[in-house]
């Protein structure tokens, strides 16, 4: 990844645009994908057709917002923030990064094996044969990767507000929609 560098003072209107439309897709995402399993049959597959759509829409904007970042250093970090802080931001953040990919993935071969359909964009379904064992591998995976994006942004979204409301730095201003820093 590119190395942050002292020379940008803002991510581009772009990161940003991404930051908060991945932010907002996941966090509808993580809260309701607990209900998915607990629906009727027609609900069930109906809402799968939403999540699935959203969870692959997830995988391709993370990988436009890779090929982004790579391109695009992110602005430095604070110089007085005391080294275990960036060193804990850097691994969150690239924590999330993997994570974020690992997700849609673990969705996508659950569906590969269900024994219901999950047909995103209602394009078909994404189905090889059914297949208990392999599903429940990828069910696993995915529920306990869900739970790790859980764990990172309960790092996340309050070393953001602190930066803000405590440190009164330009962290999150940097990253907000309309904000001048
Ligand atoms: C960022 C993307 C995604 C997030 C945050 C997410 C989140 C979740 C969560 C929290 C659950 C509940 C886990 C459980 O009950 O154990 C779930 C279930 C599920 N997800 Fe996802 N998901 C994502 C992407 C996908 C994709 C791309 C697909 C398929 C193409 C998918 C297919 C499924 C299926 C089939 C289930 C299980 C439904 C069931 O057991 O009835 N997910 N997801
Ligand atoms: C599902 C929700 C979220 C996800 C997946 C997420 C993910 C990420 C990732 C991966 C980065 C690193 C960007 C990069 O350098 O390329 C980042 C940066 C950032 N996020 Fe989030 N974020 C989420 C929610 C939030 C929320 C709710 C806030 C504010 C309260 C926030 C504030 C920030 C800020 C301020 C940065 C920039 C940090 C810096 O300048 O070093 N994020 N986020």
Do not use: C
Not at 16 to 43: Q, Y
Not at 104 to 114: R, T, Y
Not at 125 to 145: C, K, M, S
Request: aromatic share 10%.
């Amino acid at each position: 990844m590119s190395q942050d560098t002292g020379t940008v003072r803002a991510y581009t209107g772009t990161a940003k645009a991404l930051h908060w439309l991945i932010a907002l897709l996941v966090l509808v995402m993580l809260i309701f994908g607990w209900t998915l399993g607990d629906l009727p049959e027609k609900e069930h597959i109906e809402t799968l057709v939403i999540h699935s759509s959203l969870g692959v829409s997830v995988l391709i904007l993370m990988t436009a917002r890779l090929a982004w970042r790579l391109t695009h250093p992110a602005p430095a970090l604070p110089a007085d923030l005391p080294r275990w802080q960036v060193v804990l931001s850097k691994a969150v953040h690239h924590s999330l990064y993997l994570f974020l990919f690992l997700q849609p993935i673990w969705g996508i071969g659950q569906s590969l094996f269900a024994g219901f359909p999950v047909s995103p964009f209602g394009l078909g379904p994404l189905q090889i044969e059914e297949n208990e064992q392999l599903f429940g591998i990828f069910h696993t995976a995915h529920a306990v990767n869900a739970m790790i994006l859980i764990a990172l942004l309960v790092l996340h979204i309050p070393a953001a507000l602190y930066h803000h409301f405590i440190r009164k730095d330009v962290v999150l201003r940097r990253m907000l929609p309309f904000a001048k820093v």
